[in-house]
């Protein structure tokens, strides 16, 4: 703010009021007595032009001393003035500086507020979308579970509804029909005649039970390949050669139509089909005619 200067003590007074003042000061000593001796100038003779001449008594340097004085007194009042008005000056620079400093850390404090409070929301944002996508991730799951759930039981269903009875028997390659009959002669096997029949069937093709039984074999089976012999329940033995995988283990119970294996090549074999023998008893040499046997249990060959 601006510094006015004041109307008190320290303002210096005008020449014009120094020297009036001086003047009532020496009248006032002369009126008193103080400086009668020299509280006016003396007279003296007169002078070439017949007039009366004023003789310094002294009075004349005393004034101009005291104005000295005061021109000291003036001039060290205006240094001080000087001086208060730069301290005052640097003060309010100091007091704008805080006010300054202050404003911009407040400003400072707002956008750090602000950046949190906008950080807090975006996290609280992308927290809500991580949440709602897992949620939807689990719903989708859920689904597909239940979905593959449903699909299990149909397909069970539909098992359950396609499998022959219990006490029933089938083919053990659907549709399918012999293409070497029964003890049918040749080199290719070692008894000199095929102890069962081959069913025509391409690598991969379902190979079934013919009834229900129990696996009393699964595995090599040397000159038969990979091969299955089940016991079934009216105690005679079938047996399944030339697999070109297993699918059931020792022990399994199995039921009329139930996959065993997949047709193959496999053991001394000159292409892909399936080897079926029905015996009285697990030993070689126990065949029996497979196509009577299937007949005497109902199938259709």
Do not use: C
């Not at 007039?51 to 005061?70: C, F, K, S, V, Y």
């Not at 400003?107 to 906008?118: I, L, P, Q, V």
């Not at 049918?184 to 039984?213: I, K, L, M, N, Q």
């Not at 079934?232 to 139930?258: C, F, K, R, W």
């Amino acid at each position: 703010m601006a510094f006015t200067r004041a109307t008190g003590r320290h303002r210096r007074p005008s020449r014009f009021v120094r020297t009036s003042a001086n003047a009532a000061g020496m009248a006032t000593l002369a009126a008193t007595g103080v400086v009668a001796g020299i509280a006016a100038p003396a007279m003296a003779a007169p002078g070439a032009d017949g007039a009366p001449e004023l003789q310094d008594t002294g009075l004349r340097q005393a004034a101009t001393l005291n104005e000295d004085i005061a021109d000291k007194i003036g001039a060290q009042a205006d240094a001080q003035y000087s001086a208060a008005e730069q301290a005052a000056a640097e003060q309010q620079a100091e007091e704008e500086a805080r006010q300054q400093a202050a404003e911009h850390a407040a400003e400072m404090k707002k956008k750090a507020e602000e950046a949190k409070r906008k950080a807090a929301a975006e996290a609280a944002k992308k927290k809500a979308a991580a949440k709602k996508a897992a949620e939807a991730r689990a719903a989708a799951e859920r689904e597909a579970e239940e979905a593959r759930a449903s699909e299990v039981v149909d397909t069970r269903a539909s098992r359950t509804a396609e499998r022959p009875a219990a006490g029933s028997y089938v083919l053990p390659v659907a549709g399918s029909y012999v293409s070497t009959q029964y003890q049918a002669s040749g080199g290719a096997w070692s008894s000199g005649s095929h102890t069962g029949v081959d069913f025509h069937a391409s690598t991969g093709t379902s190979v079934r039970a013919v009834g229900a039984g129990t696996i009393v074999e699964a595995g090599w089976g040397g000159a038969y390949g990979n091969n299955v012999v089940i016991k079934m329940n009216d105690g005679t033995y079938t047996q399944y050669g030339h697999l070109d995988s297993i699918s059931v283990s020792v022990g399994q119970s199995v039921a009329p139509g139930e996959q065993i294996g997949l047709a193959g090549n496999t053991g001394n074999s000159f292409g892909a089909h399936l080897h079926f023998e029905a015996r009285t008893s697990p030993e070689y040499g126990s065949d029996i005619n497979p196509v009577a046997y299937l007949r005497s249990h109902g199938v259709n060959i």
